[in-house]
T-cell receptor, first 113, second 111 residues
Framework: NAGVTQTPKFRILKIGQSMTLQCAQD?????MYWYRQDPGMGLKLIYY???????DKGEVPNGYNVSRSTTEDFPLRLELAAPSQTSVYFC????????????FGPGTRLTVT | DQQVKQNSPSLSVQEGRISILNCDYT??????FLWYKKYPAEGPTFLIS?????DKNEDGRFTVFLNKSAKHLSLHIVPSQPGDSAVYFC??????????FGQGTILTVHP
């Protein structure tokens, strides 16, 4: 059981480039989430999904897109990268919504220069 | 608009003593609250949760207290151990597991 996996671990992007952060979970969880953590700040929710084919915006969705074609995968797409998107990105999954524990991946550290 | 605040960036305690981490919130719509622990270069891991209708929840060395009238919650760790040294985040949650986190408190437990 790998849990939640994220690739890549690190990435440097130039301003205006695009990329996709990959997230996969093998726990058959319906709920998946993308967060970003800026230095000295808490995690902020970007997008979330309650099942395959269903996604919705979180607190800071601008500049990002997501898709959920399978239960296992929840990729996060950055279009036209900007320095403000320099952050550590965490993907998480949960068996159910509400107060149930979210399992986090190890994170992707992204730098946009 | 910071709905969840952890006003102490860091806390230092001696091994065996009590650690108290505090968290304030402004959103009355939170249904539950959770604490997560994070080690460097790892994702956060769940520690303990409490429903908004409870005032206390205990799990081993960890106890979370909720004071709804003051919009305040705290995490007590007794006794503290060096392995507890990490960043602790509190979060408030609403439907679908949408969490709002505080900025985190760095706990250092000295042997």
């Amino acid at each position: 059981n790998a849990g939640v996996t994220q690739t890549p671990k690190f990435r440097i992007l130039k301003i205006g480039q695009s990329m996709t952060l990959q997230c996969a979970q093998d726990m058959n969880h319906n709920y998946m989430y993308w967060y970003r953590q800026d230095p000295g700040m808490g995690l902020k929710l970007i997008y979330y999904s309650v099942g395959a084919g269903i996604t919705d915006k979180g607190e800071v969705p601008n500049g990002y897109n997501v898709s959920r074609s399978t239960t296992e995968d929840f990729p996060l797409r950055l279009e036209l990268a900007a320095p403000s998107q320099t952050s550590v990105y965490f993907c998480a999954s949960s068996n159910r919504g509400g107060s149930y524990e979210q399992y986090f991946g190890p994170g992707t550290r992204l730098t946009v220069t | 608009d910071q709905q969840v605040k952890q006003n102490s960036p860091s806390l230092s305690v001696q091994e065996g003593r009590i650690s108290i981490l505090n968290c304030d919130y402004t959103n009355s719509m939170f249904d539950y609250f959770l604490w997560y622990k994070k080690y460097p270069a790892e994702g956060p891991t769940f520690l303990i949760s409490i429903s908004s209708i409870k005032d206390k929840n205990e799990d081993g060395r960890f106890t979370v207290f909720l004071n709804k009238s003051a919009k305040h919650l705290s995490l007590h760790i007794v006794p503290s151990q060096p392995g507890d040294s990490a960043v602790y985040f509190c979060g408030g949650g609403t439907s679908y597991g949408k969490l709002t986190f505080g900025q985190g408190t760095i706990l250092t437990v000295h042997p």
